[in-house]
């Protein structure tokens, strides 16, 4: 038996090596005739080959790469699967293999900028008011250009948010009118916000035309279509969302323990077949009519009684009533029976402030508008919408803000969110609370968190990071081109461990020429350079009269530097200057009257304080109910809600803000009046922080001194002044879209201030003489 083996196995490796013998050796011969050829033609002068000749050439070598938009342009022969020929064919997916480097064009950004431009509205084609807001936003942004030369991203002025065939709104068309546009370039650096897609039964995200190689800021975006770094999903806001500032959120006081009336809640339709009526159908299953309150009906759409099943009378009757009864005084014998549904004293706007958890299914489409409404309430989001890219997903931690369910595993929901412990809900309710202010409030907010998104992606070597965009005051408001470190502003000290700057930097405003050794602003700079606080003195030369001889300032123990203001005009004195060594800046009026003491204890206080504006002189707003308008006062009361520039400290980067941030139409204003500087400063700050001012020590010498009539100082006795800083106060407040200035009670004093003690008890004697 064992001979056999022996035998088979030497008969099979003899014919393997005969057959091995054989190819190789027609390989060989064939080979040796090739290079007998090769070097016949060589002597003849007809080839000389090349040194990596001689290496073998394989059959199936590496084919180059072929871009995605040139599929159906390739070899028949080579093997396409169907699916992949229906995506490539499909307006959907066509661009689906788009990224930033494949399908953008940085070279058009890096010569001007980040700049947008919109296509100039052509006539006779409508408008949605939503689209407009967007459009209104965009031109209304530091990103807009008029020029397309100058253009690094563009956006057409087609209305294509709702490419639902059936609504009013559908455009039609669109196709031919894209292609037509001279600058389209097959969608190359274009964008195109969307938030309705597709149409009954499906709801696909079909746009309806070819995008080519735009980007989409899309709502309802699935994770299956979208592109990750080239797509932005957006929120699904109604057509009632404010286009520019906003409500703030509900959350008023932090509640502790932060549990509400009621657990989990959700009021709206129940979609008897088709797209997202599993989920909602199954809700019932859920509530129990006591802390899980989850009111659905089946009325809506024309032929719902078609399809309504068993449950449907008794949820519509629910529904309803929960809603009318408590308009009925006294209520009706229907409403006073309904004593399992204690929804029945609240509508859906009650349910919403008494709620910890609001319930967030996804309707025909992924997204939905209680996404946006749970956010502003502080009810934490319950996300069942599976496959739902959640809006600014590249950017923001929705973890840190709501609860991603499974739409499979429903009746898990009640029991998770009640092992959640109290200290991560409350958590979770302050940063809805961040998230809604920051990037959700109004719609120029939505799509000004898209544009830095993109730009983001562009100049990747300076982009925010993952902190900026998720703790306050948010990705909108921290320019990383100011710095990319983040120690350099005055809102992450505590983040990185760091204490505030131990030096400032007297900025002292000149308007009057020098002409006495006894003027105001020559004590001013003695005083300031005495404090122990002070690394240099700039003193910004505003004046029309040359700048003094050196001789002329007083001699301190630190630097004066002299320098002349950009223009001569107010906003000069906010500007980023490179000679500004300190992140902290006591900014001065030359006619400011102040001891070394009182900005020793300043700069103190502003050390803990280092993101706001501290500081002496303060003032105040109110709403003129007559007029119906803000007004401005200078009146001494209980309250504040501005500290004055001309005696107050504050970071040094919000000159970088005030200069790239507020548009030129605020700082023109400013500019031309010669006032209302102080109160624009006090406007971004406070929308920035959502903080007031704080004022140091009550010091009621101090007033803006009247000069002659003839100096530029006058203003304060100009009896124009005062009314133009009323109209300031309403044209930034229109810009902002809301008054983001916050009244305060709040003044801080030195230790033992005014007590009854020993003088030698106090650190900051001084200020008690004054």
Avoid at 22 to 43: D, I, K, M, T, V
Avoid at 155 to 164: E, H, I, P, Y
Wanted: aromatic share 12%; proline share 6%.
């Amino acid at each position: 038996m064992q001979a056999k083996k022996r035998y088979f196995i030497l008969l099979s490796a003899g014919s393997c090596l005969a057959l091995l013998f054989y190819f190789g050796g027609l390989q060989f011969r064939a080979s040796r005739s090739h290079s007998r050829r090769e070097e016949h033609s060589g002597r003849n002068g007809l080839h000389h080959p090349s040194p990596d000749h001689f290496w073998p050439r394989f059959p199936d070598a590496l084919r180059p790469f072929i871009p995605w938009d040139h599929l159906e342009n390739e070899d028949p022969s080579v093997h396409i699967s169907p699916r992949q020929k229906r995506d490539a064919n499909s307006s959907v997916y066509k661009g689906k293999k788009c990224r930033m480097e494949s399908c953008f064009d940085f070279t058009l950004c890096k010569k001007n900028g980040f700049k947008v431009y919109v296509y100039p509205q052509q006539k006779g084609e409508k408008i949605a008011e939503s689209y407009q807001n967007i459009l209104a936003a965009i031109e209304g942004s530091r990103f807009y250009t008029s020029d397309p030369s100058q253009a690094c991203l563009f956006v057409l002025s087609l209305d294509t948010l709702d490419r639902d065939q059936l609504s009013p709104q559908y455009v039609h068309n669109l196709r031919s009118k894209v292609q037509s546009l001279h600058l389209w370039n097959n969608g190359r650096n274009h964008l195109i916000f969307n938030l309705y897609s597709g149409t009954w039964p499906d709801y696909t995200e079909d746009v309806g035309f070819d995008i080519g190689q735009a980007m989409l800021a899309k709502a309802s975006i699935s994770t299956e279509n979208f592109r990750p770094n080239f797509d932005v999903s957006i929120p699904l806001f109604s057509k009632d969302h404010p286009r520019t500032g906003g409500e703030r959120g509900f959350l008023k006081f932090n509640t502790i323990p932060p549990l509400r009336k009621y657990m989990l809640v959700f009021k709206g339709k129940r979609y008897l077949t088709g797209i997202g009526s599993d989920t909602r159908n199954a809700l019932y299953h859920v509530h129990n009519g006591e802390d899980v309150l989850l009111l659905t009906t089946c009325k809506h759409g024309k032929d719902w009684q078609k399809h309504k099943d068993s449950r449907c009378d008794r949820d519509n009757t629910e529904y309803e009533k929960s809603y009318n009864c408590i308009h009925e005084q006294p209520p009706s014998k229907s409403c006073s029976t309904i004593s399992f549904w204690p929804s029945n004293l609240y509508d859906y706007r009650e349910m919403l402030h008494n709620a910890t958890f609001c319930l967030v299914p996804r309707g025909r489409r992924l997204g939905s508008f209680r996404f946006l409404e749970a956010l502003q309430a502080a009810c934490v989001p319950v996300m069942l919408s599976n496959g739902w890219e959640l809006p600014f997903s590249e950017v923001i931690n929705w973890n840190q803000a709501a609860v991603i369910g499974d739409e499979r595993l429903l009746l898990q929901i009640p029991s998770t969110i009640r092992s959640i412990h109290q200290d991560k809900i409350l958590a979770l309710r302050q940063q809805t609370q961040f998230l809604w202010e920051a990037y959700f409030s109004s719609v120029e907010k939505i799509v000004l968190t898209t544009l830095e998104i993109i730009q983001d992606r562009i100049f990747k070597h300076i982009s925010r990071n993952s902190l900026i965009w998720n703790k306050h005051p948010g990705g909108l408001f921290v320019l990383p081109q100011y710095s990319s470190y983040l120690g350099d502003f005055p809102y992450y000290y505590a983040n990185l461990g760091l204490k505030p700057p131990s030096k400032f930097t007297a900025v002292i405003h000149a308007v009057t020429p020098l002409v006495s050794q006894s003027q105001p602003v020559l004590k001013l700079l003695v005083a300031a350079a005495k404090s122990q606080y002070c690394a240099q003195i700039i003193v910004l030369w505003n004046c029309d009269k040359p700048l003094p001889a050196k001789h002329r300032w007083p001699a301190t123990a630190v630097p004066v530097i002299v320098i002349e203001g950009e223009s001569k005009v107010m906003s000069s004195r906010f500007l980023p200057y490179d000679i500004i060594v300190t992140d902290a800046v006591l900014s001065l009026d030359e006619d400011t009257v102040l001891s070394t003491t009182e900005v020793d204890f300043a700069f103190t206080v502003w050390q803990s304080f280092p993101e706001r504006i501290v500081g002496y002189p303060a003032r105040s707003h109110f709403w003129d109910n007559s007029k119906e308008r803000w007004g401005y006062t200078s009146k001494w009361t209980n309250d504040y809600s501005m500290v004055l520039t001309g005696a107050a400290i504050y970071h040094k980067y919000y000159h970088y803000l005030y200069t790239h941030y507020l548009p030129a139409s605020l700082k023109n204003m400013v500019d031309q009046l010669a006032n209302c500087e102080d109160i624009l400063m006090n406007f971004l700050v406070s929308a920035v922080t959502k903080l007031p001012p704080i004022k140091v020590t009550q010091k009621k010498q101090y007033k803006e001194t009247m000069m002659g009539q003839t100096s530029r100082a006058s203003r304060w006795a100009d009896p124009d002044h005062f009314a133009q800083r009323q109209s300031c106060m309403n044209t930034f407040a229109s810009w902002f879209g809301y008054m983001p200035l916050i009244h305060s009670q709040m003044r801080l004093d030195p230790v033992l201030f005014k007590d009854q003690v020993s003088i030698l008890r106090k650190k900051y004697r001084d200020i008690e003489r004054l």
